[in-house]
Nanobody
């Protein structure tokens, strides 16, 4: 069971990036998948998640309308499209899954079953 987050990089304010969370050894279809981020000196926070059974989605308020989470079942990935990026979005982004959520999704950092290594997103001019 392995998760890998990718797609980070340096982008100017107002720009866009797409992060991908790829699974190997198991399928992400039917499990809650969440994106988290951790900025220097701050706690890890849940950014978005997609539901286990109905692909319902959740976004933290500060990214609503700018970020979009989606599944690509053919590629066994969950993507996070990030638009209109701000300096405060700078952080290491992680993906995780929770195979025990029956309905909806979870951004509880203490309740995830496995984590991918993070990918750094830097928003700066």
């Amino acid at each position: 069971v392995q998760l890998q987050a990718s797609g980070g990089g340096l982008v100017q304010p107002g720009g866009s990036l797409t992060l991908s969370c790829t699974a190997s050894g198991f399928t992400l279809d039917g499990v809650s998948v969440a994106w988290f981020r951790q900025a220097p000196g701050k706690e890890r926070e849940g950014v978005s998640c997609i539901g286990s059974s109905d692909d319902s989605v959740y976004y933290r308020n500060t990214v609503k309308g700018r970020f979009t989470i989606s599944r690509d079942k053919a590629k066994n990935t969950v993507n996070l499209q990030m638009n209109r990026l701000k300096s405060e979005d700078t952080a290491v982004y992680y993906c995780a899954f929770n195979g025990r959520v029956v309905s909806g999704c979870s951004t509880d950092p203490h309740g995830q079953d496995a984590w991918g290594k993070g990918t750094l997103v830097t928003v700066s001019s």
